[in-house]
């Protein structure tokens, strides 16, 4: 058999076999070719993605998700978020929704879009159901347009009650101290400039015995359990309440039993004439603070309002169910700051917007978003059976409308005689 020498000679001469050579060329073929699809694919997935950069997180997506900050939400709820500025993980959303969209909200039961903007960030909501809320820190707005629909049912009970007594409520451990310091600045702008301006009012202060006395008939009358009265007046083997919780437990009580106007001590300062606010119609008040919430330092009411006895039937239950189904944990008689705010404010405006306004879903902590547009709803469609205002300052508010002269008058002197500090 000839070799494989002589027959690569005879195809091919000279000293290169043909087999090797054929093989070389292949080869160098080969690699350029791959190379040439490599470079051609990297390039057509380059621009792929230029075109379509959000086809990787399609899923993500699907399921309304932030794609920068890796949260998901709820259901229905698309956050629309520029990049530009915007540090990973911060959404903060300011609602501020305007009263015709409110209006237009109004009895609606179809589901329907909510634009809101945020004013902080670069961001957008869209939400297609408004009762959903975004999770958010609780020092922030909550995430929530409000629907302004006055309670028919609750206005009807309203216009059933009896007459607005003309009556001033104030709590303060020392029930003649307007007597004992009527040069102080405070006291005479205060309690004296009201009793000048409204003379026809009782003025009636509660000091300590009073306040917890009023506790005492609430559990006589069954408003209450004699073990939440033993846990707030304390015995002879459980320390009392802290005076702010019984305090906040005993405002209710009052404008309950008796009606009238509760103003907390350093809340009444340049207070004006009220005969022009509480017009015989007039039922209630429902002024707010600055632009947060209803405020809890001035109560108005007729005598048996549901609201109040809403009120402390709520704040029973957080007191006495709200630690693993029992009453809260105490360090001598002491509740935690926490849940002693939790039974003030925030349960305040929530009862408020569930009882008025039928919407359930504000928890009442934060600032509430449309709180201006909630009063100025009040006016035009409640005016002639709640009175309702804004504090601005110790000049202007719903106590106080501003004169020449006016300062926002300190308590602090007077607190400093009686060895008290702030709340």
């Not at 015995?235 to 404008?255: C, G, Q, Y």
């Not at 449309?370 to 508010?397: K, P």
């Given at each position: 058999?000839?070799?494989?020498?002589?027959?690569?000679?005879?195809?091919?001469?000279?000293?290169?076999?043909?087999?090797?050579?054929?093989?070389?060329?292949?080869?160098?073929?080969?690699?350029?070719?791959?190379?040439?699809?490599?470079?051609?694919?990297?390039?057509?997935?380059?621009?792929?993605?230029?075109?379509?950069?959000?086809?990787?997180?399609?899923?993500?997506?699907?399921?309304?998700?932030?794609?920068?900050?890796?949260?998901?939400?709820?259901?229905?709820?698309?956050?629309?978020?520029?990049?530009?500025?915007?540090?990973?993980?911060?959404?903060?959303?300011?609602?501020?929704?305007?009263?015709?969209?409110?209006?237009?909200?109004?009895?609606?039961?179809?589901?329907?879009?909510?634009?809101?903007?945020?004013?902080?960030?670069?961001?957008?909501?869209?939400?297609?159901?408004?009762?959903?809320?975004l999770p958010s820190s609780p020092k922030k707005r909550e995430e929530e347009s409000l629907v302004i629909n006055i309670s028919p049912n609750y206005l009807?009970?309203?216009?059933?009650?009896?007459?607005?007594?003309?009556?001033?409520?104030?709590?303060?451990?020392?029930?003649?101290?307007?007597?004992?310091?009527?040069?102080?600045?405070?006291?005479?702008?205060?309690?004296?400039?009201?009793?000048?301006?409204?003379?026809?009012?009782?003025?009636?202060?509660?000091?300590?015995?009073?306040?917890?006395?009023?506790?005492?008939?609430?559990?006589?009358?069954?408003?209450?359990?004699?073990?939440?009265?033993?846990?707030?007046?304390?015995?002879?083997?459980?320390?009392?309440?802290?005076?702010?919780?019984?305090?906040?437990?005993?405002?209710?009580?009052?404008?309950?039993?008796?009606?009238?106007?509760?103003?907390?001590?350093?809340?009444?300062?340049?207070?004006?004439?009220?005969?022009?606010?509480?017009?015989?119609?007039?039922?209630?008040?429902?002024?707010?603070?600055?632009?947060?919430?209803?405020?809890?330092?001035?109560?108005?009411?007729?005598?048996?309002?549901?609201?109040?006895?809403?009120?402390?039937?709520?704040?029973?239950?957080?007191?006495?169910?709200?630690?693993?189904?029992?009453?809260?944990?105490?360090?001598?008689?002491?509740?935690?700051?926490?849940?002693?705010?939790?039974?003030?404010?925030?349960?305040?405006?929530?009862?408020?917007?569930?009882?008025?306004?039928?919407?359930?879903?504000?928890?009442?902590?934060?600032?509430?978003?449309?709180?201006?547009?909630?009063?100025?709803v009040l006016q035009e469609e409640a005016s002639g059976v709640i009175a309702t205002g804004q504090f601005h300052d110790g000049c202007h508010s719903f106590?106080?409308?501003?004169?020449?002269?006016?300062?926002?008058?300190?308590?602090?002197?007077?607190?400093?005689?009686?060895?008290?500090?702030?709340?």
């Amino acid at each position: 058999m000839p070799s494989m020498k002589s027959i690569n000679s005879r195809r091919g001469g000279g000293g290169t076999p043909i087999t090797s050579s054929l093989i070389s060329s292949y080869s160098l073929w080969k690699y350029l070719l791959l190379g040439t699809f490599i470079v051609l694919a990297s390039l057509s997935f380059h621009l792929i993605h230029q075109v379509f950069p959000n086809s990787s997180s399609s899923n993500r997506n699907n399921n309304h998700s932030d794609y920068q900050s890796g949260e998901s939400f709820s259901n229905n709820i698309v956050l629309v978020t520029n990049e530009e500025d915007t540090p990973p993980n911060a959404v903060h959303i300011v609602t501020n929704a305007t009263k015709e969209l409110q209006r237009q909200n109004i009895n609606e039961e179809k589901s329907h879009h909510t634009v809101v903007e945020n004013t902080k960030l670069p961001a957008t909501i869209t939400a297609t159901n408004t009762t959903k809320t975004l999770p958010s820190s609780p020092k922030k707005r909550e995430e929530e347009s409000l629907v302004i629909n006055i309670s028919p049912n609750y206005l009807q009970h309203l216009q059933s009650l009896g007459p607005f007594p003309k009556k001033l409520h104030i709590l303060f451990p020392h029930k003649d101290y307007y007597k004992q310091h009527p040069s102080l600045p405070f006291v005479q702008h205060s309690i004296l400039r009201f009793m000048e301006l409204n003379p026809t009012w009782n003025v009636t202060i509660y000091n300590d015995a009073d306040m917890d006395g009023i506790i005492e008939r609430a559990a006589r009358d069954d408003m209450i359990s004699m073990e939440e009265m033993r846990l707030l007046l304390g015995n002879e083997t459980l320390s009392a309440a802290h005076p702010v919780e019984r305090a906040d437990l005993a405002r209710m009580l009052i404008i309950w039993y008796h009606g009238g106007m509760y103003v907390d001590a350093d809340a009444l300062i340049n207070p004006k004439q009220f005969d022009k606010v509480f017009l015989p119609t007039i039922k209630m008040c429902l002024p707010i603070y600055l632009d947060i919430n209803f405020a809890q330092s001035i109560l108005c009411s007729s005598p048996k309002n549901q609201l109040y006895l809403e009120m402390i039937k709520q704040m029973s239950k957080r007191r006495m169910t709200s630690n693993k189904g029992g009453p809260l944990e105490r360090r001598d008689g002491w509740a935690t700051t926490n849940a002693l705010f939790s039974m003030g404010p925030p349960l305040f405006n929530h009862v408020i917007f569930d009882l008025v306004f039928g919407n359930s879903h504000v928890s009442g902590h934060g600032d509430i978003p449309g709180i201006e547009d909630t009063m100025r709803v009040l006016q035009e469609e409640a005016s002639g059976v709640i009175a309702t205002g804004q504090f601005h300052d110790g000049c202007h508010s719903f106590l106080a409308d501003p004169f020449e002269g006016c300062k926002d008058w300190e308590r602090g002197e007077l607190y400093k005689l009686y060895n008290m500090s702030g709340w």
